[in-house]
Nanobody
Framework: QVQLVESGGGLVQAGGSLRLSCAAS????????MGWFQQAPGKERELVAA???????YYADSVKGRFTISRDNAKNTLYLQMNSLKPEDTAVYYC?????????????????WGQGTQVTVSS
């Protein structure tokens, strides 16, 4: 089992940057594929970035070239560097863990979730 705690959200102007962190408990963080999901008001929770055990990555088209996902297994931490933020990036961001070598784009495939962190981008 793993517990996930996100941090780093906040209010930023369009064009700005934020770095989200997801701290994982336990000693098996490196055994999980990880993902960052966003959920805007009235919308479904959607995958924006994911990283496998071996650090291969996936990005949704909406964030390609602007967001970077990374992991530090020694620190049991997942990151999402968010640059060139747009108002449409406003959402609650959740990290999620999947007991597998590879990530999935399906939110139902993930086993553990954090509580979320709010990102608000003003125009």
């Amino acid at each position: 089992q793993v517990q996930l705690v996100e941090s780093g959200g906040g209010l930023v102007q369009a064009g700005g940057s934020l770095r989200l962190s997801c701290a994982a408990s336990g000693r098996t963080f490196s055994s999980y594929a990880m993902g960052w999901f966003q959920q805007a008001p009235g919308k479904e929770r959607e995958l924006v970035a994911a990283i496998s055990r071996g650090s291969s990555t996936y990005y949704a088209d909406s964030v390609k070239g602007r967001f970077t996902i990374s992991r530090d297994n020694a620190k049991n931490t997942l990151y999402l560097q968010m640059n060139s933020l747009k108002p449409e990036d406003t959402a609650v961001y959740y990290c999620a863990a999947k007991w597998s070598t590879t990530y999935s784009v399906r939110r139902g495939s993930y086993d553990y979730w954090g509580q979320g962190t709010q990102v608000t981008v003003s125009s």
